[in-house]
């Protein structure tokens, strides 16, 4: 029997890792050698073909370098099983396409001054050698100088005389057949055919004049005709026709034009009304020379250009086309290409988001007054107009607005400042925002006086003549078109918003409220860096954040509208802004919800009984007010129901 002292202590070992290491001696460590060629081009495979879609992507990549016209994409269940695309390109030469498959052979670069300014959608020349790794592919081609067509099989290497005619054929079967697991992530054969369509979109909105074709299992999914012959029609005419057929023709009539050019950026495309809005952000598409990208600056600047349009979190639609100086902007990112990297991230940022702005900014009433009449059965001939309109009748009707207190940047910061008043008197209360300044407003039915007659209102004014005020909240107006709601304290917020900015751009100054005691909180070291950088940012949003110790930041003024809120919330969303994006941007945004505030106190409120000349002066307002469509909480201010509708209602004509 064993001394229980010598008992030898057995130690648990958890750490299978560990275990492991320790159980192999020292003499069998690996030695550092060169990694088979087959294995390079899977692990490179493992980067460049995700599923079916990175091929389709990479090969209509090709396509369209070649200067294809037309290109077609066959698949088989969903492009696992087959994936085949044609084109009539320039074709590949019969000495040239055993290269091909190399990796790292390309014949779009040659030196490094080609890829920093690579005008191509291919470059990398890791695409054909990829995707050959990885699956069972073919490669047919023919150039117009050569007499026949070559098939050159990438497993076995044999070349071959084929029939074809000029262009070049490429044959993917069996993705993922040597890397079993890899084949395992792909999902539903629909789910990837979905992908691969989707791959094919991207690039047919970019070329309208390039015809696009997507067959699977025999089955014609997707065609885009050409829309665009070089030399021939209008691009911008083109590329419309092209995002009719592929987004739908909604996209095209729920959208404005985009065209800005700031320096060596030029912005293209059309940007989707806030109506237009969706859930999800899957109607999005940024091109920067061609290329479809997904780039953080843009996606921004697209959204902040639509901050004060959009309810809730609703997602814009776009297509939006950037040309830029290829020296300019890095594509080199990703082995995908779908990143991009700009020298100058702020001019790009800056140029997209005005040029969306710009093209929000005009009031759809014009767009409404150019659009033709419907013949319908209660058209009344007095809409035709007797005279011509008066140039200076929008003048006339506004001044009122002209009049009005509580419009302009110091008469709506009273609303905030202490009030002053002797001292045996109480407080003096803050001004009431009155929409004029006469005595008791008049009766709603009196009869307004018409500078151009009754005849010829509707046809000079896009949103009607005002007709009735219901229940105190919206307006009432007939036009051409039928008739037009009104929600006045909504139209009436924009103005007086849209009024504020241009007086704040103008030179005029927030308010700046100083705090009786300073609001201190634990800071981290970018919250403490960011406030000693951006403290004259930080003054002129009419704030002062300031170290109080090496981890604490103390709040000691802000703004005069916001002085009831959190100091300490406001000092910390702010900072965080000016550390992850443009400075410039923050400071509009802060000034924004200022003036948005200061609006929304100075608007005409619910249940104020509107004369009916009153009522004319705000439509008259709307129709010249930018981004009157919405007020600046994003929601609609006007809404058109036409005369067919209207007929609908009460089934005439039926």
Not at 41 to 66: C, F
Not at 177 to 182: K, W
Not at 376 to 404: G, L, M, R, V, Y
Not at 621 to 634: A, I, K, L, P
Request: glycine content about 6%; some cysteine; proline content about 7%.
């Amino acid at each position: 029997m064993p001394l229980r002292g010598l008992r030898p202590k057995i130690r648990r070992v958890n750490d299978t890792t560990a275990l492991s290491v320790a159980a192999q001696p020292a003499a069998s460590r690996r030695p550092i050698r060169d990694l088979p060629d087959e294995l390079i081009s899977q692990i490179a495979a493992g980067e460049v073909v995700e599923r079916p879609a990175s091929v389709v992507r990479e090969l209509v990549d090709n396509a369209l370098d070649a200067g294809a016209t037309q290109i077609t994409v066959r698949l088989s269940a969903g492009g696992v099983r087959l994936i085949t695309v044609e084109d009539d390109g320039g074709g590949i030469p019969q000495d040239e396409l055993p290269v091909a498959l190399r990796r790292h052979a390309t014949s779009k670069i040659t030196n490094l001054q080609d890829l920093e300014t690579v005008a191509t959608m291919g470059f990398r020349g890791e695409a054909l050698a990829a995707i050959a790794s990885v699956s069972e592919m073919a490669l047919l081609s023919r150039p117009a100088a050569q007499a026949n067509a070559f098939l050159l099989d990438a497993r076995s290497g044999e070349l071959r005389p084929a029939a074809r005619s000029t262009g070049t054929t490429v044959e993917v079967k069996e993705l993922f057949f040597s890397t079993p697991a890899r084949r395992k992530f792909l999902k539903t054969d629909a789910t990837e055919l979905a992908h691969c369509i989707e791959s094919v979109r991207r690039h047919a909105l970019a070329r309208p004049d390039v015809g696009f074709a997507i067959w699977h299992e025999g089955k014609l999914v997707e065609q885009w005709r050409a829309t665009f012959v070089p030399g021939e029609g209008d691009v911008q005419d083109a590329l419309a026709r092209r995002l009719s057929d592929v987004l739908g023709e909604d996209f095209v009539t729920q959208s404005v034009a985009v065209q800005h050019r700031a320096g060596p950026i030029t912005v293209t495309g059309r940007a989707g009304l806030p109506d237009a809005a969706r859930s999800r952000a899957d109607h999005q598409y940024c091109y920067v020379n061609g290329r479809f990208v997904r780039d953080k600056v843009l996606t921004h600047a697209a959204r902040s250009a639509y901050e004060d349009v959009l309810h809730g979190q609703k997602q814009p639609v776009y297509a939006l086309y950037v040309e830029i100086d290829p020296a300019r902007v890095d594509v080199n990112v990703h082995p995908t290409k779908i990143e991009v990297r700009f020298r100058d991230s702020r001019e790009v940022h800056q140029a997209v988001r005005h040029a969306v702005e710009n093209a929000l900014a005009a009031p759809r009433a014009a767009a409404l007054a150019a659009a033709p009449v419907p013949a319908t059965e209660s058209a009344a001939e007095d809409f035709k107009p007797k005279q011509p309109p008066a140039q200076t009748w929008q003048a006339q009707a506004a001044i009122k607005f002209e009049e009005q207190i509580g419009h302009k940047v110091s008469d709506l910061q009273a609303l905030w400042q202490p009030a002053k008043a002797p001292a045996a008197a109480p407080p003096a209360p803050a001004p009431d925002i009155a929409w004029a300044p006469t005595a008791a407003p008049q009766p709603a039915a009196e009869e307004p006086s018409w500078p151009l007659g009754r005849e010829g209102a509707e046809t000079a004014w896009p949103l009607g003549r005002a007709v009735a005020q219901i229940h105190g909240v919206y307006i009432l107006a007939e036009n051409t078109h039928g008739m037009v709601i009104v929600d006045m304290h909504a139209a009436h917020e924009r103005i007086v918003y849209e009024r504020l900015k241009a007086q704040v751009d103008g030179g005029a100054r927030i308010a700046s409220q100083p705090l009786l005691i300073p609001a201190t909180f634990a800071a981290t070291p970018e919250e403490v860096a960011t406030a000693e950088e951006s403290a004259e940012v930080l003054a002129t949003l009419g704030m002062e954040v300031v170290p109080f110790s090496p981890k604490t930041l103390a709040v000691r003024a802000v703004p005069t509208t916001l002085a009831q809120g959190n100091a300490v919330e406001l000092a910390r969303s702010v900072l965080a802004e000016l550390a992850a994006h443009d400075a410039t941007t923050v400071v509009q945004r802060a000034r924004n919800e200022i003036l948005g505030t200061m609006a929304c106190h100075g608007a005409v409120r619910a249940n104020r009984k509107l004369t009916l000349d009153e009522m004319n002066a705000l439509l008259r307002q709307m129709e010249v007010t930018e981004r009157s469509d919405q007020c600046n909480h994003g929601r609609p201010t006007w809404r058109q129901l036409s005369m067919k509708e209207l007929d609908a209602l009460f089934l005439r004509g039926r």
